[in-house]
């Protein structure tokens, strides 16, 4: 129902900001580089945009930009650099000599979002190119809007602002519709809005979210569509929410992997991270931990107390009760 044509398709630029410090995580490692079941954050991002079947995509760097950059070798990205931490606004206006010629919509979004579903932007995107809107943005309906910008509404329900929940009064506090950080523009509007943004904020920088009150002002086609699915947004700022998200990321992996006919005797205490294939009838027991890269055979008995190393390969009917065993081999043994 969402898909867009090939040609279309080939219009349209993702931005991903990577650029900040992420001050709150209280770690040397950038945030967008925490993993969750393995995987960094901004790599669940990319994946998620190119699974949206948008192959062009900008990644926007700042702090600790060579680790950021080099975690990035192998994937068909562009690398923006944001030279000064100016906010948001000023870090999509440093990828604007990246976006190819033929782009007419950009998407851009946080790289700190690992949940996000493929079919949400595919969605997103779809109903900002049929409604030929200048900005179509993601938005949530939270009982716990805490930390996000809060969505503010004209008399007519349409949107007239997003309000940084640092700059809101009282009763904007208690709005409960929240800015998901994820946005598909019209190129030519965004390029032309963010030149009317002042950093009119206890910050002082330019932040992306003030575009939306310069678009109302001028008249401009606003449109929000709201998830339905609170988690799918979720953005990483401590190191509770890392916690978080990979308590969510590892029960989906768990779900599907049981889905496909493995068992897993005790779910609480098996931790098993992203990429991995399990044969069916294979069976695992408790406090084992299998990284990413793994492929086990069918019929196989994991643990219990056992740990699979990445890239282990094993074939069917195998028993591995702890990380001593030898009853498995790692890809380019024996053939």
């Known amino acids: 129902m969402y898909s867009l044509s090939e040609s279309k398709m080939e219009k349209i630029t993702a931005i991903i900001l990577a650029a900040g410090k992420g001050t709150r995580m209280r770690s040397p490692k950038p945030k967008v580089l925490h993993e969750v079941c393995g ?14 079947e948008i192959s062009e995509i900008i990644i926007v760097v700042g702090d600790k930009k060579e680790a950021v950059r080099n975690s990035l070798k192998g ?4 690398i923006a650099e944001q030279l000064e931490q100016l906010g948001t606004a000023h870090a999509v206006l440093s990828a604007k000599h990246h976006l190819p010629d033929l782009t007419d919509t ?8 690992p949940l996000i579903k493929p079919h949400t932007l595919k969605k997103l995107v779809s109903l900002h190119t049929e409604g030929g809107n200048d900005v179509t943005l993601l938005t949530v309906s939270s009982e716990n809007p805490r930390g996000y910008g809060r969505i503010s509404r004209d008399s007519r329900g349409c949107i007239k602002g997003i309000i940084e929940e640092n700059e809101a009064t009282e009763e904007e506090v208690r709005i409960k519709e929240i800015n998901a950080g994820v946005y598909v523009f019209k190129k030519k509007s965004l390029w032309e809005g963010l030149e009317n943004i002042v ?4 910050k002082g920088e330019f932040y992306l979210t003030d575009i939306l009150s310069v678009f109302y002002r001028e008249g401009k086609r606003i449109h929000g569509l709201v998830s339905n699915t609170a ?4 953005g990483i700022n401590t190191q509770l929410d890392l916690t978080v998200i990979n308590q969510i990321k590892r029960d989906e992996i768990l779900r599907s992997l049981m889905d496909g006919g493995v068992t897993i005797v005790d779910p609480a205490s098996t ?10 009838g294979t069976r695992i027991y408790p406090f084992t931990y299998i990284c990413k890269n793994t492929r086990i055979g069918r019929c196989c008995c994991i643990g219990p107390f056992a740990y699979i190393e990445s890239g282990t390969i094993t074939e069917d009917n195998v028993q591995i009760r702890n990380r001593t065993d030898c009853a498995f081999f790692t890809e380019g043994e024996n053939g």
């Open 231 to 234: 988690s799918e947004v979720l």
């Open 39 to 52: 995987t960094t954050l901004l790599e669940y991002v990319v994946e998620a945009v190119q699974n949206a």
């Open 271 to 280: 931790f098993i991270e992203k990429f991995v294939e399990i044969g069916e």
């Open 75 to 78: 994937i068909p990205v562009k």
């Open 199 to 202: 950093p009119d904020n206890k």
């Open 106 to 113: 950009v998407l851009v979004l946080n790289g700190d979002v």
